[in-house]
Nanobody, 124 residues
């Protein structure tokens, strides 16, 4: 079992910044694929970004809607992944979730584990 716990959400003005964190359990965190998703009221959950290992390198990629504003980083020594959000817009308002695939294999990611979510609200 992998347990995930998000933190760092809150209320921020448009143009401001916020840093989310996701702490994960497990002894092989460095091999996990880690992702961020969000869900706004009345909308389906959408992909934000993710990072995964190929054994030697990590690949990090983002949805077009956040590219250039959001940055994912990971601290393997602390089993933690971060989502740095800059130049926030009201349309970024959502519950943000982190997710994990702990299999450490190649191929399509299976997001088997999810955190409880943290609320991000951006005011105009």
């Amino acid at each position: 079992q992998v347990r995930l716990l998000e933190s760092g959400g809150g209320l921020v003005q448009a143009g401001g910044s916020l840093r989310l964190s996701c702490a994960a359990s497990g002894r092989t965190f460095s091999s996990y694929a880690m992702g961020w998703f969000r869900q706004a009221p009345g909308k389906e959950r959408e992909f934000v970004g993710a990072t995964r290992s190929s054994g030697i390198t990590y690949y990090t990629y983002y949805a077009d809607s956040v590219k250039g504003r959001f940055t994912i980083s990971r601290d393997n020594a602390k089993n933690t992944v971060h989502l740095q959000m800059n130049n926030l817009k009201p349309e970024d308002t959502a519950v943000y979730y982190c997710a994990a695939d702990s299999r450490g294999v190649a191929g399509p990611i299976e997001w088997s584990y999810w955190g409880q979510g943290t609320q991000v609200t951006v005011s105009s």
